[in-house]
């Protein structure tokens, strides 16, 4: 397995998506937390429906926190790499050659899962890392506690949680459906739909914000105040993130076990 994810990684490299997407992902890093004026609107309120502004210096300290309220937009940043990585093996004859060492399907798939997860997480670091040193150089490091840092810390392990999960949704969709145009469109409708709809409904019914902990795209939200979170909601959406990721990787590996290999 570990020569499948040697050549992947070779093959990663090589390509362009990823040099695309982490230029990008850069520039929307510091366009958030180096605006054109002295500061920015920063969320201090917890509450997702009704959340109050304030403007504050973009300092280091500062940016992680706003880092983290955005941070679903890299909802959006996984898929280049899903179909980087998986997509390009049945575009070539790299299937048929991996199972023709006699390497079985489970490994052949978890070694695509792993590869992308590891991007995945490469991509949460890059985005917040770089973002919180941009705004420390320009601005200052702001103040930072020991408290403060574990809270960082926290909201950004709950939300990895929750890209994972959505990660192996796409590996899941990439193996089961095999056709990037349609890999694409399912993906952004599972992970888009929901928000928008709750959204919309938000403003006439109320009580729909008791079930944003249900959707992946406002668990990122909820999950950037960590601290202020209800444990309930906590421990359901990461409960659900936890689901999606054995469900789509148990019907991944099933369905790729039985699939045709032309």
Known sequence: MM???????????????????????IVLALIEVLPPGS??????????????????????????????????????????????????????NAVKNSLSTGMSRVKLYFSKWILSSVLCVLLMLVYLLLGVLAAALVWGSGEWTGAYLLTILRAFGAQMVVLLALNSIGVFL??????????????????????????ILSNSIASIANYYSYDMTMCMKLFSYFESASR???????????????????????????????
Request: aromatic share 10%; with cysteine; net charge positive.
């Open 3 to 25: 020569n499948t994810i040697r050549a992947d990684i070779y093959r990663v490299v090589r390509g362009k998506a990823l040099y695309i997407t982490f230029t990008l992902l």
């Open 39 to 92: 500061g920015a609107n920063v969320g201090v309120n917890t509450n997702i429906v009704n959340m109050n502004f304030s403007k504050v210096t973009v300092t280091g300290s500062v940016a992680a926190q706003l880092l983290l309220t955005v941070m679903d937009n890299l909802i959006y940043f996984l898929i280049p790499m899903f179909i980087a990585v998986v997509m390009a093996m049945f575009s070539s």
């Open 174 to 199: 990439s193996f089961a459906i095999r056709n990037t145009a349609a890999v694409i469109g399912v993906y952004i409708a599972f992970v888009l739909v929901p928000a928008v709809v709750g959204g």
């Open 232 to 262: 309930t909601d906590i421990a359901r959406g990461l409960t659900l993130a936890g689901c999606y990721i054995i469900v789509s990787t148990v019907a991944g590996i099933t369905l790729f076990k039985r699939a045709e290999i032309k």
